[in-house]
């Protein structure tokens, strides 16, 4: 009693473009297996690596990711990468994040196997797994086991005693935001694949026509 607890803030970082039910059932199960306080959606400015295609505006991208995430009380959608002027890189959003909230916070970057693959690549590699715990979760088509082989060496020899990139099993969702946009593009159905006010404001917008 009266002592502080450590806050355990999960980061759920994100083209969102849009948002899908793959998202939000990985958020919620990083926020059950790992006893997350709160988890914080954070969609991205201008993506750094999507050159190839010109995303939806980050607002557009904002809005749905409000619209996804609004009835579950423990979600909440932060604007910090698209206030922020240029490609974010994922130490910046976690040095930033320390900074909000202070010395008494743990912060976890929630991801899927795809994305821990390339975080890992990124910028400052060490630095970022210093300052977050990574939860990776599994997605169909990307193989887990490569991600043990793309540590940084300090990693590898810290690794089993003090993990930094824990893995999590979740039910396996074959949804993407490509796979979606194309969908729509062919007039084909979203629904069950994005929350049902997600599809409506597409539908509204015209977007990915
Ligand atoms: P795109 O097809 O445009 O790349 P995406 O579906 O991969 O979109 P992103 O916004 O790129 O979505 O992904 C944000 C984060 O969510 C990443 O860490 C990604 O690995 C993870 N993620 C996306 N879809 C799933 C899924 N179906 N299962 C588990 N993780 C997922
Ligand atoms: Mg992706």
Do not use: C
Not at 90 to 99: F, K, S
Not at 128 to 145: C, W
Not at 179 to 207: A, H, W
């Amino acid at each position: 009693m009266g002592r502080l607890r450590i806050k355990r803030i999960g980061v759920m970082g994100g083209t969102f473009d849009p948002i899908h039910n793959g998202h939000l059932v990985t958020a919620e199960e990083a926020w059950k297996q790992f006893q997350l306080d709160q988890v914080l959606f954070v969609p991205s400015g201008s993506p750094p690596h999507k050159e190839d295609r010109k995303s939806l505006d980050a607002e557009d991208r904002y809005l749905m990711t409000v619209i996804a995430t609004a009835t579950n009380p423990h979600f909440r959608v932060s604007r910090l990468e698209i206030v922020r002027p240029g490609p974010s890189y994922t130490i910046d959003t976690v040095r930033e994040l320390h900074r909000i909230y202070g010395k008494n916070t743990e912060v976890f970057f929630i991801t899927g196997a795809d994305a821990i693959l390339e975080i890992l690549t990124w910028k400052e590699p060490e630095a970022v797994l210093r300052e977050a715990t990574f939860i990776a979760a599994t997605r169909p088509g990307y193989d887990l086991k490569r991600l043990e082989e793309s540590l940084p060496e300090a990693e590898k020899e810290r690794h089993a005693s003090d993990p930094r990139v824990l893995v999590m099993e979740i039910p396996a969702l074959a949804i993407s935001s490509t796979d979606i946009r194309q969908r729509v593009k062919q007039g084909r159905p979203i629904t069950y694949l994005v929350p049902e006010g997600v599809s409506e404001f597409i539908e509204k917008n015209g977007f990915y026509r």
